[in-house]
Structures are given as C-alpha cells and as structure tokens.
C-alpha cells in the first residue's frame, strides 16, 4: 500500500508536469479534462497527438508520458498484488465489513487494514482517533488550556483517506447526513466533516472488530 502511494505521488507529479508544459506552450487541454483526475485513454491518445513548437519541448513531453505509462502500468500490477493479498483467510473478511461502510471502498479499506492490522490493539476508540490523528491540538499554559483544530501529528495514510471517505458518507447514509446538516448551522463544513469523520471511524471500527456488515441511518 505504501509502495502504491508513492507511485501514485509519482503520477501526480508528471501529470502535473505535463500541464504544466502544455501550458507554457499556450496548449489548452480540453475542458472534459481539466477536473477528471483519471486520464482516459482516450486522453492519452490526445497528448501524445500534441506537437510542441520546438524539439526539446517535444523531447520532454514524450519522455513524461513514457513514465506515466510506465508508473501507470506499475500501479495496475501493485493492484493486482493487492488483490491477491486481500484474499487471505484474515484479511478478506475484514475487507468486506470494511468495504460495506459508505464511502470506503477497496484501497480505503486494504490502507486501514494495512496501517492498523490489529484493530484492537487500541483498547479505547480515543486511542485509535490519536492514531489517526482525529484528536484536537492542545496548548497549554501554565494557568490556561487552549483548545485548536485538529491535531498536526497524524497517520498520513489514514486521515485524507478518512475524510475523503467521510464526504461521501454524509451524502450516502441518511443519519450521518442529517447530523451533518445539523453542525454545519454552528460551524464550517470543513469543521463539521471532521466530527462526522469520528462517527463513520467509530462504525468503521465496530464492523470491523465484529467483522459486520454498515448499517445506514444508525444513530450512534
């Protein structure tokens, strides 16, 4: 899973060049493109249709898009291995409660089940928010203790993955939704998400433990 991530860092950065090239040449990259952070192959075909104006800039885009090939062609071969490994006896039934939680599908769930392994190695669920960095950052005086936002030390796998995953819950699981809608008339989205970020790793973590299935619109 970490070796998946730093090919997929890997890809962003040359697809990022590659903008950022085509740019710099007035290329405009048509508009259906622009958001979709997965590059079709129809995409593809189109950029290496391009011609840029001078030879070293030809030379270095057909060099970025080799390696995105390339680093494309490695992240489907960590997938397939990843797959392999999520059929063990212990792992596949932990990645079906897990992949049963709205929002978490296959990666979510195999970089939970990878960076945690043993669910219940936190004895309390404050311990497994610690981890994943869902607990406020605190300072302290001697007389005075000031509450901030969220902690900066976290699990950097976990928590963009959590919140992520939390955006889509809010939008697919009715009492998460409803609760969401409540908090956001006291406080940003962007503060709110974070609360319902530990309800949905409250549920992730009871599915998991008793290997169950989500239940939408549970109030807990």
């Not at 769930?109 to 928010?129: G, N, P, Y």
């Not at 993955?161 to 908090?183: H, Y």
Request: proline share 3%; glycine share 4%; hydrophobic share 40%.
């Amino acid at each position: 899973m970490r070796l998946r991530f730093r090919l997929s860092q890997g890809q962003t950065r040359i697809k990022n060049r590659i903008k950022m090239l085509l740019y710099n040449y007035g290329i405009s990259i048509p508009k259906e493109h622009l958001t979709n952070s997965r590059w079709s192959g129809y995409f593809i075909h189109w950029l290496k249709s391009v011609k840029l104006s001078s030879s070293a800039g030809q030379f270095t885009l057909d060099n970025l898009l080799v390696q995105f090939e390339q680093i494309r062609e490695h992240l489907k071969n960590v997938l397939g291995e990843l797959r392999k490994e999520s059929k063990q006896e212990q792992i596949t039934p932990v990645i079906n409660s897990l992949t049963s939680v709205p929002g978490v599908a296959f990666i979510t769930a195999m970089s939970l089940f990878t960076e945690i392994i043993d669910i219940r190695r936190f004895k309390k669920f404050d311990e497994l928010c610690s981890f994943v960095g869902l607990v406020p950052s605190v300072y302290s005086t001697s007389e005075t203790q000031y509450t901030r936002g969220i902690s900066f030390r976290h699990n950097k796998f976990l928590r963009p993955l959590l919140i992520e995953a939390t955006w889509t819950a809010v939008r697919k699981d009715p009492a998460l939704t409803l609760r969401f809608n409540e908090l956001i008339k006291q406080m940003s989205k962007q503060k709110a998400i974070i609360r319902i970020a530990k309800k949905l790793l409250r549920r992730i973590r009871h599915v998991w433990i008793n290997q169950d299935s989500y239940v939408k619109a549970l109030v807990a």
